[in-house]
């Protein structure tokens, strides 16, 4: 029998160890999931147009600072792992 741990999460410490798969999804044109907190939770999806450092612009012209990102493709900050 194949048992699974469902409330296992990929986590990382700090929020610009989101950077390399931003870079990744940017370099590859892969789309990108984020859950950004900016005074609540919201969620935004789309393709990266320009990504440097401290934000990211998606292709329908949203832009985040990276220290808002509370998730990427599901891999979470560790202070909102219980989302």
């Known amino acids: 029998m194949n048992r699974f741990n469902m409330d ?3 986590t990382v410490t700090h929020t610009k160890d989101f950077l ?3 870079r990744t999804c940017f370099e590859d044109g892969l789309p ?3 859950i950004v907190d900016e005074g609540q939770l ?7 147009a320009r990504l440097d450092d ?4 998606l292709k329908d012209g949203r832009s ?4 808002t990102l509370a ?3 599901g ?4 202070s909102y792992s219980q989302c």
Not at 75 to 78: A, E, L
């Open 54 to 57: 401290t934000s990211l612009t």
């Open 71 to 73: 998730a990427v493709n």
């Open 42 to 48: 919201c969620r935004a999806e789309g393709y990266i």
């Open 8 to 10: 296992t999460r990929v």
């Open 64 to 67: 985040f600072r990276i220290a």
């Open 20 to 22: 390399p798969l931003l």
């Open 75 to 78: 891999v979470f900050i560790d």
């Open 32 to 34: 990108v999931s984020l």
